[in-house]
């Protein structure tokens, strides 16, 4: 695992050093950065918004199914993936995006724990000290502000997600998934902002940026969802 990281995070660290050289400011750096790591994974994030409208659109027969064979489920499955071939719509493809972007967050939030680790360019071993704003030094934890807007920045992300899941499953009743997701809509901003209290600042930063643009970007996906639902449907 380690080695998969260290594969990921060395790319990433030669464009944030080169980056760092045109800009001078690692605070600014590390911004422009998070902007360019967002803009490259915006086409896995489509696809999923795709994939999700196509499943929208042929939600009301996957209730039917499960309505009419609620008490057979050997033949409920069999229907399901009848309608998944007529659909020609693949289940598994909803969690590539996300498979996909794991490696690449695992090496991103080693490179900003530890830029030294795999940078290697004895100016950004002095560029990782700057300071940014309020930051006095961005290799080191900022004790409230930076944690308390990651965290709220989360919050309202979250909080995108779980509206946007209720309204695709707004006719299935709720369960325990429904229940645990209510929860962690809570739990989780509160367990960034923990972290950020103890992770370098400049790792912070990069997480309440991202987590800023992912919320305008899901606002636009949300819209081009719709639409392609109402196509789906014509």
Known sequence: ?????????????????FLYNYIDNYGITLIIFTIIVKVCLFPLYADQVKHTA??????????????????????????????????????MRGCLPMLLQMPIIFGLFALLRNPT?????????????????????LSQPDPWILPILAGFSTFISFRQTQQQQQQQMSAMPENSMTSMMKMMQYFFPIMIVWMGRSFPAGLTVYWFIGTVLQIFQTRGLNRWRKKLIDAEKK
Request: net charge neutral; hydrophobic share 45%.
């Open 117 to 137: 680790m795999f940078i290697e360019s004895d100016k950004m071993l002095m560029a990782v000290h700057e300071a940014f704003l309020w930051i006095p030094d």
């Open 1 to 17: 695992m380690n080695d998969i990281i260290g594969v990921i995070a060395r790319p990433l660290g030669m464009l944030l050093s």
């Open 54 to 91: 196509k499943m929208s659109a042929f939600q009301p027969k996957i209730q039917a199914l499960q309505k009419k064979y609620a008490n057979d489920k050997e033949t409920l499955n069999l229907k399901m993936m009848e309608l998944y071939k007529e659909e020609k719509f693949n289940p």
